[in-house]
């Protein structure tokens, strides 16, 4: 996996007062926390303060990370709450993450790739927003899972806020080609049109996929974790041999889309917690400057699944 320490590029965030004059928070100890946050609807099954927690622990950062339920209709005044009560960062989750976009006032050009943030940086006076998704995914590949994209085919199942958020990203890695494929058809086409100036992408009906072989097929879908993938749904034989399938859901036991993998001969199956991480990981650079190593977070999450 990946690791590192202080990058001289990264920022270190900055201490900053509110008009009550209240400081970043105290610890029983007298430490000064500087607060941050996951905010989404539902946001209970989070695993984000596991992973932020554990960066903070092992690059010594006195951070304060805790989930925030934001009703659905009141994200942005959950925001601004927080805001104004010192907080410095966030994660947004589902379903905030285009109300994060037009909220921030500065945003980074994946970002406005993506059209959505899953990350929120306080910048003294404003929100700058991120989307760390596709780099989460792209270090995952090639990092952890020693995948080359360059040159290679892939395929990405799907045309929603997920495919939008990985497809610039997949395309700055230079593959031959990648193909969008969605149910609906029109969509893939908007998608695909939208990221035509990053490189090799195009939209291709699901039907006329018979035939062609990918060497990554991401799934993008929202397919549900109970369900399994309907018969039919996309054709045979899309991988070549040493093809990976990959889902960006993650799940204790093997997922629907994996499952159907399998059984159509991908020889490399992985789901999606080292993406969940490695995105993590990119929030955390954003906010303190400082990378994380995020083997030993990826061990701690598989092993407590399996309990
Ligand atoms: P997300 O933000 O998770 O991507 P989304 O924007 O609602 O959610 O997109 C969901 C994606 O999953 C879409 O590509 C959707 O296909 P359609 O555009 O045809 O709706 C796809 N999807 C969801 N359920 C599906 C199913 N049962 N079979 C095939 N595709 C499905």
Redesign the pocket.
Known sequence: MTGGKASPAGRQPSHRTTDAGAASQQSSRGQTFDRYAVIGNPVAHSKSPLIQDAFARATGQHMRYERLLAPVDGFVETVRKFAEADGLGLNVT?PF?VQAFALARERSQRAQAAGACNTLAWRGEHWFGDNTDGAGLVRDLTCNLGETIAGRTLLV?????????IAGALLAERPLRLVIA???HA?AIDLSAQFERGGPISAEPLASLSGQQFDIVVN?????LG?SV?AG?WPHRLFTPQALAYDLIYADQTTPFLHWARNEGAARTADGLGMLIEQAAESFYLWRGVRPDTDPVFRLLRAAGRD
Not at 157 to 165: C, E, N, S, T, V
């Open positions: 589902i993450k199942l799907g045309a929603g806020g997920a495919a939008r958020g969605n149910r609906t969509k993008a879908t929202s397919l549900g369900t309907p749904l």
